[in-house]
């Protein structure tokens, strides 16, 4: 009997523990709703600061990449460009007979386009149109463009990063215009215009439309319509530019000075545009337009860039180069300055 009861009692002993350790198991070690806490460790990388970087007094068309890492002038026959957070310089090269005739940045990434005229055997001008991609230092030729002015200069290319469309306008003796279309088979075409001396051009980031305007009437055209943009109570609108969304930007100018800027689509209609209302009247040269829509009045007397739409003031240092995405650019005792926008 004595026997069968401690039988009994190790037996009850060896379930109380089993129960117990499945119970354990049950609730506790793979229990659903233990709570565990993860740590995530972040990297913080620190900002590098821009190194300085010294622009010469003979440096001409000094202008900076659309973020403003890059600065680029032509000096010397020579396009330089230079890193401003590692000071390194490139030196976009060219033959023998070579002169730039124009260079710009395009409007999303740090690539530029190169124009370059040729010295010629007959009687005319030959440009070469070109890719830089600064980030690889890769020259990629575009396309080749005659004409028999040998006076001719490329005043202006036109892009847009989403339709892969390029317009060239050539500006030939007597202020006459000449404009080429060029796709994204390299394929060239004359563009027909409603003038022959345009001033400003402007292209839509969305759609293939060439927006350009008269030099003498100042008549705001764009391509594949036969009138020009008509605005209700605007008698002499001067183009300003066009934003990410494809909105058109017209100034009225009085006196030669701009008080009213009128904005909206192409479709808008006479009574479909929206006003701004500048606070004094300004220069067309000293209004600009960033992507984003936002508009910045520049005073150079004062070092002073304004939005135009807050009244925000922004400060800068020595003579302005020009607005990029986020920061203001100039020169200031022959160095490079960007003061940003915030």
């Avoid at 990449?65 to 890059?70: K, L, V, W």
């Amino acid at each position: 009997m004595k026997v069968f009861k401690r039988v009994i009692a190790w037996m009850s002993i060896s379930l109380a523990i089993q129960f117990a350790g499945l119970f354990y198991i049950n609730n506790y070690f793979l229990s659903s709703q233990t709570e565990i806490k993860a740590k995530k460790v972040l990297k913080s990388e620190p900002k590098r600061e821009d190194t300085t970087v010294k622009i010469p007094q003979n440096a001409k068309n000094i202008s900076v990449s659309f973020d403003g890492r890059y600065v680029a002038y032509y000096q010397e026959n020579a396009l330089k460009i230079v890193d401003s957070k590692t000071g390194d310089e490139k030196n976009v090269e060219f033959k023998d007979g070579v002169k730039v005739s124009f260079y710009k940045w395009l409007k999303d990434r740090n690539r530029m386009l190169i124009a370059e005229k040729h010295d010629s055997k007959y009687d005319g001008s030959k440009f070469n149109l070109s890719y830089y991609e600064v980030d690889k230092d890769i020259k990629e030729n575009i396309k080749e463009l005659t004409c028999p002015d040998e006076k001719a200069q490329i005043d202006d290319i036109q892009e847009s990063p989403f339709t892969n469309v390029i317009y060239v306008k050539i500006q030939n003796r007597g202020r006459r215009t000449s404009i080429y279309r060029i796709n994204i088979m390299k394929e060239m075409q004359k563009v027909y215009t409603k003038s022959y001396m345009i001033d400003k051009m402007g292209i839509l980031y969305l759609d293939d439309k060439l927006i350009y305007e008269d030099s003498i009437y100042h008549n705001i055209y764009v391509t594949g319509r036969q009138n020009p943009i008509d605005i209700k109570g605007v008698q002499n609108p001067r183009w300003i530019g066009v934003d990410e969304n494809d909105k058109i930007y017209i100034g009225d100018e009085n006196d030669g000075k701009i008080s009213n800027i009128y904005y909206g689509s192409l479709n808008a209609g006479e009574n479909g545009y929206q006003n701004v209302n500048l606070s004094q009247p300004v220069n067309r040269n000293d209004i600009f337009l960033m992507p984003s829509g936002k508009l910045y009045i520049n005073n150079n007397l004062k070092g002073v860039v304004t939005d135009a739409a807050t009244g925000k003031q922004y400060t800068y240092k020595g003579n302005f180069v020009q607005m990029f995405e986020g920061g203001i650019a100039s020169i200031s005792n022959g160095r490079l300055e960007k003061l940003p926008l915030n």
